[in-house]
C-alpha cells in the first residue's frame, strides 16, 4: 500500500518509497503549479496513464546526466558540424509536448503524457519553469524535448522524433547551453540504454537529493529562454 494524498498534503519521505515498483512513492493529490514544483524541488515526478489515480515516483538510484558529460558519437558530431538544421529555445513549446505525447515507443500502448499533463506543463511553460528545446530542419519541427528548469538544476521529462538524430541534436545543444549557464545536472529519471549512451548515469537517490538542494537553490534564468539561444555552430 502507497499513502493517498488529499490536495493540501505533503508528500511523504522519500525512503518510503517502493523498491518495486522502483521508486511508486504515494498517489492522489492534483498537478498545480505549487504542487509540481514542490515534487520536483524533492526529487519527485508525476508518470501515470490516462484512467489511472496521479502517481508520484522517486526512483533509487537515478538516473542523471552532467552537461558537460554529454557523450557524442562520430556520426552525430559529423550532423552537428555540417548544420543543416536549427535549435530553437521555447518557441513552441505545446507543439513539441504535444509530438511528444504521439510519438509511439517500444513497449508502450498509449501515452502519459495526457491531456491533463499537458495542460499543467503548459502552465509551468506560461510560469517560466518549463522550457522546450526544438530541432528546425527546412522551416519543419521534427525533433525536441521538454523539461523543467529550477535554480540551476533542469529536469528532462520527454523527447520526440521525426527525423534521424532530430531529438539527439537537441539535447547536444541543451547540454551546452546549460553547461554554459552554470547548471548542474539533467535529471533523467530512469535508466535506458539510449541515455547510458548520451553519457547518462545513475547516482544512489540520497547523493541525487543532496545535489537538487544545491541546485535548486542557486539564482534562476528568469523567463522565456531565448529562441535562438543554443544555435551557435558547432566547432
Not at 522517486?58 to 558540424?81: H, N, Q, W
Request: proline fraction near 6%; glycine fraction near 10%.
Amino acid at each position: 500500500m502507497i499513502p493517498w494524498l488529499e490536495c493540501a498534503d505533503a508528500f511523504p519521505p522519500l525512503e518510503l518509497a517502493l523498491t518495486e515498483p522502483n521508486g511508486l512513492l504515494c498517489a492522489g493529490g492534483d498537478l498545480a503549479p505549487q504542487r509540481l514544483v514542490l515534487a520536483y524541488r524533492q526529487g519527485i515526478f508525476p508518470w501515470y496513464s490516462a484512467g489511472e489515480p496521479i502517481l508520484w515516483w522517486s526512483p533509487d538510484p537515478r538516473m542523471v546526466l552532467v552537461p558537460g558529460e554529454f557523450k557524442i558519437s562520430r556520426s552525430l558530431r559529423r550532423t552537428l558540424r555540417a548544420g543543416g538544421y536549427r535549435i530553437r529555445l521555447d518557441s513552441h513549446f505545446a507543439d513539441v509536448i504535444g509530438a511528444c505525447a504521439k510519438t509511439r515507443r517500444h513497449g508502450q500502448a498509449g501515452t502519459w503524457i495526457t491531456a491533463e499533463m499537458q495542460a499543467a506543463y503548459g502552465k509551468l511553460y506560461e510560469l517560466g519553469f518549463a522550457h522546450s528545446v526544438e530541432t528546425w530542419i527546412n522551416n519543419k519541427l521534427l525533433g525536441g524535448l521538454y523539461g523543467l528548469a529550477i535554480g540551476r538544476m533542469f529536469y528532462g521529462e520527454s523527447m520526440f522524433s521525426h527525423a534521424t538524430d532530430a531529438s539527439k541534436l537537441a539535447i547536444a545543444h541543451l547540454a551546452r547551453f546549460l553547461a554554459a549557464q552554470g547548471f548542474g545536472l539533467i535529471d533523467c529519471q530512469m535508466n535506458t540504454p539510449h541515455l547510458a549512451s548520451l553519457g547518462a548515469r545513475e547516482i544512489p537517490r540520497g547523493e541525487f537529493v543532496a545535489r537538487l538542494r544545491e541546485l535548486t537553490a542557486l539564482p534562476p534564468l528568469k523567463g522565456r529562454w531565448l529562441a535562438d539561444g543554443a544555435s551557435q555552430p558547432w566547432n
